[in-house]
């Protein structure tokens, strides 16, 4: 069975990147810095989301490079219908 798979550097940027947001938004709420923790919370969406695009794009990719080998495994013996 053939599966794409993202580069485990994508996933690690991704998971370090997640956990420093939370740490950061719950370092701000522990110390009633509660005007900065919009701030960082919007910090860590703006991150996360830039984290899962590349993710995302090397998920796609590696996916697209398989894709040739896989339509002609698929498409291989089969006879179109007659048209009529």
């Known amino acids: 069975m053939c599966y794409s798979k993202v580069p485990s550097e994508k996933m690690k940027k991704l998971r370090t990147n997640m956990h420093k947001g939370v740490d950061t938004v719950c370092d701000h709420l522990e110390n009633n810095r509660e005007d900065q923790v919009q701030s960082a919370l919007t910090d860590m969406e703006n991150q996360v989301s830039e984290d899962l695009l590349d993710v995302l794009d090397?998920?796609?990719q590696s996916s697209?490079?398989?894709t040739p080998s896989?339509?002609?495994e698929a498409t291989r013996g089969f006879v179109a219908p007659p048209t009529t």
């Open 70 to 72: 896989l339509c002609a």
């Open 64 to 66: 697209n490079q398989r």
């Open 58 to 60: 090397a998920h796609l």
